[in-house]
């Protein structure tokens, strides 16, 4: 199986420990990076959001990659050789792995979230994404979306074909430390996943969820001051979407 990488950085910070970390799995591979490098396999596209650097950065895959793996360059990938293995043996067309985050309010949320998606997958998650080249194909370009993962999650689901969440293959990655910006990192990816709601038409499930999830989220408050910045962050991204945020800025906080 020829398997492709196609990293998304930012900024010049962790590219170095990327290329090393890709030579070790031994993969060809390309980083659409927002700042100029002078690195093999880098490329240069100014920050406009992760959706606008897949779209520019495929159509420098070759046309015989089977799989396209998307992965963010500030992630250490665990265990890659078991989500190949799953993509291989059950005719999956897009699988996305467990995160490993080690300190700060996502931690508890990225667990809550996990018990989710094994039931249900309402959201995907960017940092590793395997996605076979023909069906990634019919996708792009993906439209201006700040959630531009779960997008690509509930279009492959759209399109008919299955999708898995990967546990046993799992990438180290850091996220917010304080709760001002767990909140402010909630509403950019709520306000997304709206965003990516508005132009697909993913399994019944799927709505319903998210037509729920404003009633359902002060439930978050018996999680205390993280609960409750959730729920901010949660209701805030969907007043942005409903005052018609229709932006794609790929930010940091």
Known sequence: MKVFFLVLARDEKHVVQKIQELKVLAVPFLIVCGSKLNYPN???RAPRGKFDAINFGFRFIPEDI????????DTSIKNFEAALSQFQSD??????????????PQRLFSHILDQIRRTILVTAAGELMLIRYEVLKKI??????KAEDSYLLFKVLELGYKCTFCEKCYVETERTK??????????RTVCGIYQALSCTNPPCVVKIFYALLPLFSP??????????FWMKGI???LIDYLRGDKGGVWSTY
């Open 42 to 44: 880098v490329i240069y």
């Open 66 to 73: 089977e799989v396209v793996v998307l992965n963010d360059v």
């Open 91 to 104: 005719d999956i067309a897009l699988l996305f792995v467990k995160l490993s985050i080690k300190e700060g």
């Open 140 to 145: 792009v370009p993906i439209p201006t979306c």
């Open 178 to 187: 304080t709760f001002k910006n767990e909140e402010l990192y909630k509403r």
């Open 219 to 228: 439930l978050l408050l018996f999680f205390g001051k993280k609960g409750y």
């Open 235 to 237: 209701l805030g991204g």
